[in-house]
């Protein structure tokens, strides 16, 4: 007697397995039956846990945006001097990168297509004017040097985050998040900070 094989992914194992897709083909190269093929399950079960690749698309980069905006609920980014929220806010910026690196990845790397990828760049861009107000608030608490202009200073900050989803890998062989995290903030804030 044969049986049938068991669906047994959830919603989370299936967006799992969705967003290492996407990540490897791109979400535009992404099929239903490449995700299906990847999940080992048939695209009719796919759609018992979801509508479609779009929905599979919102779920993940929801999950990166949720994280980062996340931060800026805590408390220390909240209370503080500018400069000392903007330390926290970078140092915890690169923690969720690399705690959810899948994820984060594939927001980076949305480009407009879909309602759901322009609704995420917009959260994009509304992420990066909260982190970019915080260093326009310490510049002008005189904390940040003066001769960096402001817009160059937070592009070349998230330049720097966002391309560690580039070479970062959680193997436990390289670099850990903690020491990433270190190195970020000591790069930044050792460039940024007005000298004593």
Known sequence: MTTAKRDTYTPETLLSVAVRVFNERGYDGTSMEHLS???????????HHVTGK??????????????LFGILDEEHAREGRAVERLE???????????AELPYVTLLLRVRGN???ERWALERRREFDHE??????AAAADGDVRADLEVRLATRLVFGM???????????GRGMGEREVADAVVLMVFGGLRQAG
């Open 88 to 98: 926290y806010v970078t140092r915890r910026m690169v923690e969720v990168l690399t």
């Open 54 to 67: 779009e929905e599979l698309l919102r779920r993940a980069v929801s999950r990166a945006l949720d994280g």
């Open 37 to 47: 093929k990847a999940a080992g399950i048939s695209k009719s079960s796919i759609y």
């Open 161 to 171: 985050i966002n391309s560690i989803v580039e070479w970062y890998r959680p193997d």
């Open 131 to 136: 982190v970019a107000a915080l260093l326009k």
């Open 114 to 116: 879909t309602d759901t």
